[in-house]
């Protein structure tokens, strides 16, 4: 069975910094793109942050400049860097994964539980 476990979230004040770690785990065959959304109360999920096997990244144009998404393919695990935190990114933050687990030939999509972040003062 493939999980993917959030850590990293909280509270911060605007101009903070947060940093969000998403690790893969269980039969996994192997990895494709990896990715970040977020969630606001009332609204829809948005690609906050995607990067694919050979590191190729992009970002919601919201977050250019102030989030940096990165992975360790060693580990299984994504990150997603915040800086210069406001208070709009306020949101739950998924991790979404491709994976091919172990003995199947096709890829799944898979989520991870969800991480609050709020920035407020």
């Known amino acids: 069975q493939v999980q993917l476990v959030e850590s990293g979230g909280g509270l911060v004040q605007p101009g903070g910094s947060l940093r969000l770690s998403c690790a893969a785990s269980?039969?996994?065959?192997?990895?494709?793109?990896m990715g970040w959304y977020r969630q606001a109360p009332g609204k829809e999920r948005k690609l906050v942050a995607r990067?694919?096997?050979?590191?190729?990244?992009n970002y919601a144009d919201s977050v250019k400049g102030r989030f940096t998404i990165s992975r360790d393919n060693a580990k299984n695990t994504v990150y997603l860097q915040m800086n210069s935190l406001k208070p709009e990114d306020t949101a739950v933050y998924y991790c979404?994964?491709?994976?091919?687990?172990?003995?199947?030939?096709?890829?799944?999509?898979?989520w991870g539980q969800g991480t609050q972040v709020t920035v407020s003062s």
């Open positions: 979404n994964a491709l994976i091919q687990p172990m003995g199947l030939n096709s890829r799944y999509n898979y």
């Open positions: 269980g039969s996994i065959f192997s990895i494709n793109a």
């Open positions: 990067i694919t096997s050979d590191s190729n990244t």
